[in-house]
């Protein structure tokens, strides 16, 4: 494996300000990576991964560690290699405390690109919407405000041309509970125009 073959994902939804990006910078220079499990030995206490810690003590009976080097440690859940590292470092109480923050910052993390949002959240429901339900993207929806009603291309999920060489199918998506207005709202809108029916 090369450098070169990390590509960018040209659906990553993320972007990322000058300011956010410095601040990234300045934390991936201060900190290195703090975004998986981090501790800190001098004070005991866990400085980022909390909620994987949680997750893993409730999965395992037993954990123990294999070192990588002096600062990395494999997780070993019962006796099995998990695919989890800890990274082991010795700072001071300020140091501990501002990583933990930058760590859990929404302020160097960047922010979605809600033009490539719809798209992508629909494709994942269209595959599996167990996953879809599983990880929440239905409340992301509602968070990013991409389930409030617009008449725009974003209500748009699947065009079906051609169907049988005549007709052809649009799928609109709304909140349920506006789903009678929006519908009725559509048939005011295509009122008289022939050879249109909605389903």
């Known amino acids: 494996m090369n450098i070169s073959d990390l590509k960018n994902a040209p659906?990553?939804?993320?972007?990322?300000?000058?300011?956010e990006k410095l601040a990234l910078s300045k934390s991936?220079?201060?900190?290195?990576?703090?975004s998986g499990i981090?501790?800190?030995?001098l004070s005991g206490n866990l400085?980022?991964?909390h909620q994987r810690i949680a997750e893993l003590k409730g999965k395992y009976k037993e954990i123990t560690f294999d070192e990588i080097d002096n600062e990395?440690?494999?997780?070993i859940g019962?006796?099995?290699?998990t695919s989890f590292k800890i990274r082991v470092v010795e700072w001071d109480d300020m140091k501990e405390k501002?990583?933990?923050i930058a760590g859990n910052s929404h302020t160097m993390s960047g922010k979605f690109e809600?033009?490539?949002m719809p798209t992508l959240l629909e494709e994942i429901r269209e595959f599996d919407s167990q996953i879809f339900t599983d990880f929440r993207f239905d409340q992301l929806e509602k968070d990013l405000g991409l389930m409030d009603w617009k008449f725009d291309e974003d209500k748009i999920i699947n065009e079906d041309e051609n169907l049988d060489g005549i007709e052809s199918m649009i799928k609109i998506r709304c909140q349920q509970e506006i789903k009678d207005t929006v519908k009725n709202a559509i048939l005011n809108a295509l009122e008289g125009m022939a050879g249109v029916k909605i389903e």
């Open 78 to 81: 019962d006796g099995m290699k």
């Open 72 to 75: 990395h440690f494999w997780i």
């Open 38 to 41: 981090t501790w800190n030995k």
């Open 11 to 19: 659906y990553n939804p993320r972007i990322i300000t000058e300011d």
């Open 28 to 34: 991936v220079s201060t900190f290195g990576d703090i």
């Open 98 to 100: 501002a990583a933990n």
């Open 47 to 49: 400085i980022t991964g």
């Open 114 to 116: 809600l033009d490539l």
